[in-house]
């Protein structure tokens, strides 16, 4: 064989190995973007004073059979915890599309106050479509905390103002109607 053949060769090779790492980059990432990411977090809202426990699909893929592996119940207030006992948290959710998600009250008004300091974890997993086809299942550990939402301060929104006067209106309407009526 001539250098020159042999430089051949080794071109074509390395060319080949070169092809083939774009092609296993080119699937990797075209699995990558079709991956559910769950995560699970408190969401406040402050229209009604309350903090919301939330599931949500950030991902671009299906997540199925979403379950809680671990959870403490002491993060939820007392009244609601009956309910909540009954709620995603103890029977899963089978599915949840990209973007979707299940969202339960756990703490409203001056409930917040009284568990302020209470701070929690939850270990979540789900199925996702593996690299090669088959299921995979993904675990994950997230803090949940009152204390990022102790002391925040928030005003009211023109909706709940809007809510309010329709309120009042309504009470003025019916006070009038039995006076005409």
């Known amino acids: 064989m001539t250098p020159e053949t042999i430089a051949t060769c080794a071109s074509s090779v390395v060319a080949a190995l070169a092809a083939v790492g774009a092609i296993v980059v080119a699937l ?24 919301w426990l939330v599931v949500k699909n950030f991902g671009n893929g299906i997540a199925r059979d979403i379950s809680f592996v671990e959870f403490d119940y002491s993060i939820v207030a007392p009244k609601w915890l009956p309910k909540f006992k009954e709620s995603f948290v103890a029977n899963g959710i089978p599915m949840l599309v990209p973007g ?82």
């Open 28 to 51: 990797y990432v075209n699995y990558d973007s079709k991956r559910p990411s769950v995560a699970v977090f408190l969401d406040y809202d402050e229209d009604t004073s309350s903090l």
């Open 100 to 181: 979707a998600q299940r969202k339960t009250v756990i703490a409203v008004g001056g409930e917040l106050h009284e568990m302020e300091s209470a701070q929690s974890s939850a270990r979540l997993t789900y199925k996702e479509p593996g690299m090669l086809g088959r299921p995979k299942t993904t675990s994950d550990v997230f803090i949940l905390d009152y204390i990022s939402y102790a002391g925040s301060l928030s005003i009211k929104s023109d909706l709940h103002e809007i809510r309010d006067s329709l309120k009042k209106m309504e009470g003025a309407l019916k006070t009038i109607s039995q006076h005409i009526g």
